[in-house]
T-cell receptor, first 115, second 115 residues
Framework: QQQVKQSPQSLIVQKGGISIINCAYE??????FPWYQQFPGKGPALLIAIRPDVSEKKEGRFTISFNKSAKQFSLHIMDSQPGDSATYFCAASPYASGGSYIPTFGRGTSLIVHP | GAVVSQHPSRVICKSGTSVKIECRSL??????MFWYRQFPKQSLMLMAT?????????EQGVEKDKFLINHASLTLSTLTVTSAHPEDSSFYIC???????????FGPGTRLLVL
């Protein structure tokens, strides 16, 4: 059972366009929602993250929009660049006893930004 | 800050041999480390969680006798793939987090090819 559903599986955007990736979750105990960026042959790197007490968080060209009632959150990449071409994973995690957040990952979105 | 390294980055071995992968937190104390496996164009599959000085907690379906995990210090965890077979070929990624941290920081990954 997939607890975090991510879409689309792949996305092609022109340079300068907006890339939008969506995720939906089911577990209401989730309270931390990070997005990771992964280039081929590399480990994932934290891009941006949000807690459910805010509806939006922006860092540079990257924005997370969060809808707690709908249990959905999305990543918006403004002014997409060819260097943004990578696989993006959303994740969600509850606060675990003992102090460790163990995330559930979405299946990933392969983004290609054409020059 | 929060840098995680892995060694080796690539390893090729013969079927039946054992392979050890190291994961180190370079600039923080990693109270918890995680080991993931990733197949091509797929998401991250959590294999096990380990806390320093404790036995690892393995996810359902992961053979603990085949994938030996040791977390002997606050900066080092090792994954040993014992009696490796071609089906163990994969991309193995570790991550680490500090006590109470929300975010995991990933290593660069190790590509294992078993011939």
């Amino acid at each position: 059972q997939q607890q975090v559903k991510q879409s689309p599986q792949s996305l092609i955007v022109q340079k300068g366009g907006i890339s939008i990736i969506n995720c939906a979750y089911e577990n209401t105990a989730f309270d931390y929602f990070p997005w990771y960026q992964q280039f081929p042959g590399k480990g994932p790197a934290l891009l941006i993250a949000i807690r459910p007490d805010v509806s939006e968080k922006k860092e540079g060209r990257f924005t997370i929009s969060f809808n707690k009632s709908a249990k959905q959150f999305s990543l918006h990449i403004m002014d997409s660049q060819p260097g943004d071409s990578a696989t993006y994973f959303c994740a969600a995690s509850p606060y675990a006893s003992g102090g460790s957040y163990i995330p559930t990952f979405g299946r990933g979105t392969s983004l290609i930004v054409h020059p | 800050g929060a840098v995680v390294s892995q060694h080796p980055s690539r390893v090729i071995c013969k079927s039946g041999t054992s392979v050890k992968i190291e994961c180190r937190s370079l600039d923080f104390q990693a109270t918890t480390m995680f080991w993931y496996r990733q197949f091509p164009k797929q998401s991250l599959m959590l294999m096990a969680t380990s806390n320093e000085g404790s036995k690892a907690t393995y996810e359902q379906g992961v053979e603990k006798d085949k994938f030996l995990i040791n977390h002997a210090s606050l900066t080092l965890s090792t994954l040993t793939v014992t009696s490796a077979h071609p089906e163990d070929s994969s991309f193995y990624i570790c991550s680490a987090t500090g006590s109470g941290w929300e975010t995991q920081y990933f290593g660069p990954g190790t590509r294992l090819l078993v011939l």
